[in-house]
Each structure stands twice: as structure tokens, then as C-alpha cells.
């Protein structure tokens, strides 16, 4: 089986899980998987310190937005999180998730910050809505969290994606 469709099949099982597990309060077995996906990720790539590295950014700027959504009462998770007014970790492990896909199956994200402006603006707000109509999450305004969120992506995606090419490109020059 070919790399891409390794990559995003895990991407697709972490994130369905995570979001069920999530819903029905065991959050711990939905991140359990995405550990599982992570590390297949990390064992096939041909540079695992470089997407280590990928990953903790994912994890820290996912951290970050996810508990100013949070902070801001924009999105509401349940008793999941460790700290009051902060993101919880399965969500922030669904960014680290996310993050696997951007030198593999999102790749194709590289040719046009554009593209991936405007993917994310549109598929950020989507999986939360598919993430609400599952019961993981939870709206204080759907139209301004979804705008809010739309927007959050339409930032952050491309900045990851630039991120994730120029650490590639690094690690390949360095080896």
C-alpha cells in the first residue's frame, strides 16, 4: 500500500475516533489512536526528527488557538481539559494528527499558499461542524464560531504548510 493512502487512511481513522471517543467522554481512547497513527507516521518517515518537529509546532499552535477559542467561549469541549479556559489534549492531538497529513497526503498544499488559504478557511470550519453534529464540541454562536474558526484556519493552515516545506527542504539539505 502506497505511502499517501497509508497516511491519510490513519489521518481518517485518528480523526473519527478522537471525535466519537470525544463525544462519548473517553477522550483517552480516541488520542490513544491518534498515538498509534503518529507513530506509524514517524516509522515511515524517511525523516522522523525533522517531523517531530512538524509535529511539536502543530501541537504548540494548535495549544494556543484551541484555548483562545476556548478562553474566548467561542467553542465549548466539556470537563475534558486539564486547565480551566484550555483547549483539551485530544484536540490538541488531532492537530499533531492533522499535522502527519501536511508532508504526505496534504503535500499537494505546497503549490499555492492560496489553495491551502482558502482549504483551510473552508475544511477548518467543516470538520468542526462535523465534529458538533457528533457531540465533541459545542457552539456558543455556530455562525460566528464557524466564521472565527474559518478565518483561524485561513491563517494558521498556510503558515504550517510553509513551515512544514521549508523544515523539509532543511532536513534534506542537512542529510
Avoid: C
Wanted: glycine share 10%; charged share 10%.
Amino acid at each position: 500500500m502506497n505511502a499517501l493512502v497509508i497516511n491519510l487512511s490513519l489521518f481518517k481513522a485518528g480523526w473519527l475516533a478522537a471525535v466519537f471517543a470525544a463525544a462519548a467522554s473517553l477522550p483517552i481512547l480516541g488520542t490513544a489512536v491518534i498515538g498509534i497513527a503518529v507513530a506509524v507516521h514517524l516509522w515511515q518517515s524517511d525523516e522522523p526528527r525533522g517531523e517531530f518537529l512538524l509535529l511539536a509546532l502543530a501541537a504548540a499552535v494548535g495549544f494556543v488557538w484551541e484555548s483562545l477559542l476556548v478562553y474566548a467561549g467561542i467553542v465549548q469541549y466539556g470537563p475534558n481539559t486539564a486547565l480551566a479556559a484550555t483547549a483539551p489534549y485530544w484536540i490538541v492531538a488531532m492537530w499533531v494528527l492533522f499535522a502527519t497529513t501536511l508532508n504526505v497526503g496534504m503535500r499537494w498544499l505546497r503549490k499555492n499558499l492560496l489553495v491551502a488559504s482558502i482549504f483551510g478557511g473552508l475544511g477548518g470550519p467543516m470538520s468542526f461542524l462535523a465534529g458538533e453534529k457528533a457531540g465533541a464540541v459545542t457552539f456558543a454562536n455556530t455562525s460566528i464560531a464557524l466564521v472565527v474558526i474559518g478565518l483561524g484556519w485561513a491563517v494558521l493552515l498556510p503558515l504550517l504548510v510553509r513551515f512544514a516545506a521549508r523544515n523539509d527542504e532543511r532536513v534534506a539539505v542537512a542529510a
